[in-house]
């Protein structure tokens, strides 16, 4: 059974930091883009970062230079590494796999989704 399982988010003062991690299960994780994405309340699903199969990343230009994804393919998972957290950080976090070995920013390219983590930043 495919499985993405989210943890890490929580509350957290502007400024701080934290550090999300995807669990993959069940999913030829060596052969596949894997990508954050978040949704604040209200808002549309947007993306967030994205690492293809060879490890190549991008970003949104809202946390390029503070966030940062990678994947462990020995372990698969995958992580993304929050710093210098603002307000509009705040939304649910999701995790994202996509057979394909290229990332993309759209949320109907992806295939397999986490249930989502929550993470909440102070002003």
């Known amino acids: 059974q495919v499985q993405l399982a989210e943890s890490g988010g929580g509350f957290v003062q502007a400024g701080g930091s934290l550090r999300l991690t995807c669990v993959v299960s069940?999913?030829?994780?060596?052969?596949?883009?894997m990508a954050w994405f978040r949704q604040a309340p209200g808002q549309e699903r947007e993306f967030v970062a994205g690492v293809d199969r060879s490890g190549n990343t991008g970003y949104a230009d809202s946390v390029k230079g503070r966030f940062t994804i990678s994947r462990d393919a020995a372990k698969n998972l995958v992580y993304l590494q929050m710093n210098s957290l603002k307000s509009e950080d705040t939304a649910d976090y999701y995790c994202?796999?996509?057979?394909?070995?290229?990332?993309?920013?759209?949320?109907?390219?992806?295939?397999?989704w986490g249930q989502g983590t929550q993470v909440t930043v102070s002003s």
């Open positions: 069940g999913w030829t994780f060596s052969r596949s883009a």
């Open positions: 994202a796999g996509r057979t394909l070995e290229n990332f993309s920013p759209l949320v109907g390219d992806w295939d397999i």
